[in-house]
Structures are given as structure tokens and as C-alpha cells.
């Protein structure tokens, strides 16, 4: 059974600690994303990964690291520098021109 | 930078009525995706539009892809209550990085 997994589905940190968020996928896709999703917003794309131990900034990276060491893996820090880190985070993989999403995970930050 | 706007924000229709999302690009664009996500869940991939002045059909949505390539629109005939939840376009720039517009969330009532 195929897909994309994250994990958990909800996080509570308290604020100024560090948090990553896991985004895992058995689809063999090369390409992976994360986005963010704010109530009633778009989503805005964090980081992206065309390749394994390849990675690119998107438009809100400020705050946030990523590492791609295995193609199935794509984890996403949400570090103590994100001025504003609650919100709904998305991991996606990338099939052609067609992503797949996770189910994403909501973090709130106290 | 790209800007990808989506209008209305809201659109509430009674059942059997039909429902139009339009989105526009700040950019031309090399493509334009639409996505569906449900109440709570995550995007799910509807389509992809390449060419200009493209029209796609899937049974009651029909999907458009302007002349300039910088606007869109999704039009679903007789909405019914499995419609709702949040239209996003996506749009494309050839380098597999997307913008995502603001999303026309759709309700349905019986």
C-alpha cells in the first residue's frame, strides 16, 4: 500500500524549542515539498527536494531546515526562530507534473 | 514576486446550482494545476492544464486555461454535496516550484 505518511497528526511544542516533522513515502517519487497552510490561506511552499542530498529554499523558508539524505525522507525543523510556527504542514511528493499529498500534521506552538 | 489570486473566497450554493472559481496570475505560466481538499483533509490532485486556451472535462467539472496562459477558471455544473470543500489552483513556472492561490472554499447546502 503506497503513500505518503506524517506523522503525528497533531504536535503541541512550547515555544523557543525546536521540532521536526517527519514526512515519509514508499511512491519511489524523486521530488518532495513541504508547504504550510494557514486557516483560510493557499499553501506556501517551505522547502523543496528535486533529488536525494538536494534541496532548495521556497518562499517562506526563514526559520525552517530540511535534510534529504534517503529518497523516502524528507524531515522539516521548525526551529525557534519561526517568529510564527503554528499552523497545518503539508509534505508532498511529486509524481510527473502531479503531487501527492500527506495527510499533514497541525502544530501549535504554546 | 508571482502572485497567484483566486476568487471568491467563499461561495455558498444550494444543491443543483452551479459553481465557478476563477484564478489569476500575476505571471504567464507554464501550467496550472487544480486541487480539491476536502473539510479537514489534505489537497488532492484534480487536473493539469498546459496549453493555452485548454478546456478539460471530468463528468460535471470543467477546467479552462486562458489564451495568456495567466488566468483559469474551474466550473462545476449542478454542484452536488460530495463538491464540498477547497478549490486551489496551482501554477506552474517550468521548474516543478508551485504557487498556490488563496482557494475558493465551497459549501453546498441540501
Known amino acids: 500500500d503506497g503513500g505518503i505518511t506524517q506523522s503525528p497528526k497533531y504536535l503541541f511544542r512550547k515555544e523557543g524549542q525546536n521540532v521536526t516533522l517527519s514526512c515519509e513515502q514508499n511512491l519511489n517519487h524523486d521530488a518532495m515539498y513541504w508547504y504550510r497552510q494557514d486557516p483560510g490561506q493557499g499553501l506556501r511552499l517551505i522547502y523543496y527536494?528535486?533529488?536525494?542530498?538536494?534541496?532548495q529554499k521556497g518562499d517562506i523558508a526563514e526559520g525552517y531546515s530540511v535534510s534529504r539524505e534517503k529518497k523516502e525522507s524528507f524531515p522539516l525543523t521548525v526551529t525557534s526562530a519561526q517568529k510564527n510556527p503554528t499552523a497545518f504542514y503539508l509534505c508532498?511528493?511529486?509524481?510527473?507534473?502531479?503531487?501527492?499529498f500527506g495527510p499533514g500534521t497541525r502544530l501549535t506552538v504554546l | 514576486g508571482q502572485q497567484v489570486m483566486q476568487i471568491p473566497q467563499y461561495q455558498h450554493v444550494q444543491e443543483g446550482e452551479d459553481f465557478t472559481t476563477y484564478c489569476n496570475s500575476s505571471t504567464t505560466l507554464s501550467n496550472i494545476q487544480w486541487y480539491k481538499q476536502r473539510p479537514g483533509g489534505h489537497p488532492v490532485f484534480l487536473i493539469q492544464l498546459v496549453k493555452s486556451g485548454e478546456v478539460k472535462k471530468q463528468k460535471r467539472l470543467t477546467f479552462q486555461f486562458g489564451e495568456a496562459k495567466k488566468n483559469s477558471s474551474l466550473h462545476i455544473t449542478a454542484t452536488q454535496t460530495t463538491d464540498v470543500g477547497t478549490y486551489f489552483c496551482a501554477g506552474g513556472s517550468g521548474t516543478y516550484k508551485y504557487i498556490f492561490g488563496t482557494g475558493t472554499r465551497l459549501k453546498v447546502l441540501a
Open positions: 527536494s528535486q533529488i536525494v542530498n538536494d534541496f
Open positions: 508532498a511528493s511529486r509524481r510527473g507534473n502531479e503531487q501527492f
